[in-house]
């Protein structure tokens, strides 16, 4: 890492410490380096602890570095990205889509969902539907968190006292959704804040910032399920274009 003059830059002092820093990790770090002390890069770059931790919080909140406890500030994995722009559809839960199960139960969906389902479907208002819940992992750490709702009437297959509850249950949920004929799905994106259950289970502070990926899939009878994804969104970036389904894949880093 260099040095550099900050005193005559108009910007805030640790706006252009974070650019400075950002091109170093670039060019000096590699991923999961661990950073140099506070005290010692504060030195360095001759600034008050407090600048240079603003530069970090910022960093960190960009998806640049992360914070392990017992490790210090490491250098962070490049972000994944999450392809929304597709025009091949498949049900939740087919080969190769990167999802795990974690869980299976009957609740009664959000008044969001239950919108969306109650749009030509066959969900029928007042009615639980499954609620499974299954995650993402890459690079080791989860990056998103999914429930998916299903409607009885979409599952009509699926067996009433075996497995109630756990991934097996989730497992059989999605094999019997397989068996619909999908003739198409919809997908919405928004900047969202993370829910308690969400924040847990990505590592994250409840509040913070999110990527909302709301899906809907169709038969011929309507809305046969719903899809509400929340991704991280300081290690996940959107990309477009026609990938086929939503995939995660690596993404070269660019210097901001």
Avoid at 14 to 20: A, E, I, M, P
Avoid at 48 to 77: M, N
Avoid at 127 to 155: D, F, I, K, W
Avoid at 162 to 190: I, K, Y
């Amino acid at each position: 890492m260099g040095t550099t003059q900050l005193e005559t830059v108009p910007e805030p002092k640790y706006w252009h410490l974070k650019t400075v820093l950002s091109e170093a990790l670039d060019q000096d770090f590699a991923v999961g380096e661990v950073l140099p002390n506070e005290r010692e890069l504060a030195a360095r770059f001759g600034v008050a602890r407090a600048t240079l931790r603003q530069a970090l919080e910022q960093l960190e909140l960009e998806g640049r570095l992360q914070r392990r406890r017992g490790v210090g500030t490491t250098v962070a994995p490049p972000r994944v990205g999450v392809a929304v722009g597709s025009t091949q559809h498949s049900w939740p839960g087919e080969s190769a889509d990167g999802w795990e199960p974690v869980d299976a139960a009957e609740g009664l969906p959000p008044a969001a969902v239950l919108g969306l389902l109650g749009t030509g479907g066959v969900f029928a208002a007042g009615r639980p539907v499954h609620v499974v819940r299954r995650t993402r992992v890459t690079h080791g750490q989860a990056v998103a968190a999914e429930l998916l709702y299903v409607p009885a009437a979409s599952v009509p297959g699926l067996p009433a006292i075996e497995a109630p509850a756990g991934p097996a249950r989730a497992r059989a949920v999605l094999r019997e959704l397989q068996r619909l004929t999908l003739d198409g799905q919809d997908r919405s994106v928004e900047l969202g804040s993370a829910r308690a259950d969400d924040a847990k289970e990505l590592d994250r502070l409840p509040g913070a910032p999110v990527l909302l990926v709301t899906t809907r899939y169709f038969t011929s009878a309507g809305t046969a399920a719903v899809s509400v994804a929340t991704y991280r969104a300081d290690t996940c970036r959107l990309t477009f274009g026609d990938s086929g389904g939503v995939e995660i894949a690596d993404e070269p880093r660019v210097a901001s």
